[in-house]
């Protein structure tokens, strides 16, 4: 009897949690609860964390899990690494459904950085305006660079005061559009952004709408993930699921 437990939070999930309930498969769709009011989904959904490898192996056990699909974000490193440890360590089938990242093409002024402390000393210099645009847990990185006018989006009204002295705060939840973010983009006079390599299509509204302002991008590379099966596409993981040995699991 196969049991999924489906990691989820992005746009990939929602289309994985949709083809598990059209198969007539028993799953769970994990939030970490970051947000206040995460979407449904079509099947079972739980919110929080596990507790670490640990508490996440517990969770497998307890739940009975057969398969564990991690359709997070390329940049939810933490999950990813715990879900790669607990499936090895109870030989329980691992897949990734993943994005491909995002690649720089006519017109696209990138700057590559590896992390976000690399992209908040890529701002040293006098006062810019900037699209930062990495959600709201990591707005603390850029606070040595306070001479910026800040444009941030967040999922939900912030509940204390944000870490940069001039700033902008938007709240919206995905996904963007290109006419919407060039508008944003106009409106603020923004002259540089700052972005994650998400990849997909959900956040790439801002990484177009700069290409046609003709304005540079600092583009924060993926951390790095523990190895693990990766597919691109729904009907991949689907083919898994039905015959993991196909896969070569
Ligand atoms: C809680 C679930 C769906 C999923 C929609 C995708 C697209 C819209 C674009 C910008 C970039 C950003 C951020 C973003 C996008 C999708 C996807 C995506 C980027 C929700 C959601 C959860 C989260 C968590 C949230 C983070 C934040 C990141 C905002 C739901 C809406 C910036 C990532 O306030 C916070 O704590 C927010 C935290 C992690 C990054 C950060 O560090 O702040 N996503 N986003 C998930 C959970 O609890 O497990 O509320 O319904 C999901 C989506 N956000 O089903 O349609 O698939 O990527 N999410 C980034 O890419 O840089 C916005 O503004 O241009
Ligand atoms: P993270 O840093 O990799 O994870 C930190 C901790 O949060 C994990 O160790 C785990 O806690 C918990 N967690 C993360 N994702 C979870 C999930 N799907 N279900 C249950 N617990 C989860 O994660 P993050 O970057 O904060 O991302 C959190 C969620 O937002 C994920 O669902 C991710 O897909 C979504 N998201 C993130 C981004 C982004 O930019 N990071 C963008 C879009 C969506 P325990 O150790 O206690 O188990």
Not at 96 to 116: I, K, Q
Not at 182 to 201: E, Q, S, Y
Request: hydrophobic share 50%; glycine share 12%; charged share 20%.
């Amino acid at each position: 009897m196969t049991r999924i437990l489906l990691l989820g939070g992005t746009t990939e999930a929602g289309l994985m949690a949709r083809a598990i309930a059209d198969a007539g498969l028993e799953g769970v769709y994990s939030y970490a609860g970051r947000t206040d009011a995460p979407l449904g989904q079509p099947i079972h959904m739980r919110v929080g964390g596990f507790g670490g490898v640990e508490g996440l192996r517990a969770y497998l056990a307890a739940e009975g899990i057969t398969h564990v699909i991690d359709a997070t974000h390329p940049f939810a490193a933490q999950m990813s690494g715990n879900a790669v440890a607990a499936c090895a360590a109870m030989d329980i089938p691992l897949i990734a459904l993943e994005r491909a990242p995002w690649v720089a093409g006519e017109g696209d002024r990138w700057t590559h950085l590896a992390d976000l402390g690399a992209a908040a000393a890529a701002l040293s210099g006098p006062a810019r305006r900037v699209f930062l645009a990495i959600g709201r847990q990591h707005l603390a990185a850029f606070t040595g660079q306070p001479q910026h006018h800040y444009l941030v989006r967040l999922v939900d009204a912030p509940d204390a005061p944000l870490p940069l002295p001039q700033v902008r705060v938007i709240v919206a939840r995905g996904p963007f559009d290109m006419a919407g973010d060039t508008a944003l983009m106009r409106d603020h006079g923004t002259d540089i952004v700052v972005a994650k390599n998400a990849g997909g299509k959900g956040a790439v509204a801002k990484i177009a709408a700069a290409r046609a302002l003709g304005l540079p991008v600092l583009m924060i590379d993926r951390p790095v993930i523990p190895v693990r099966r990766v597919a691109r596409t729904v009907a991949e993981v689907m083919g898994w699921l039905d015959h993991p040995a196909r896969l070569g699991v």
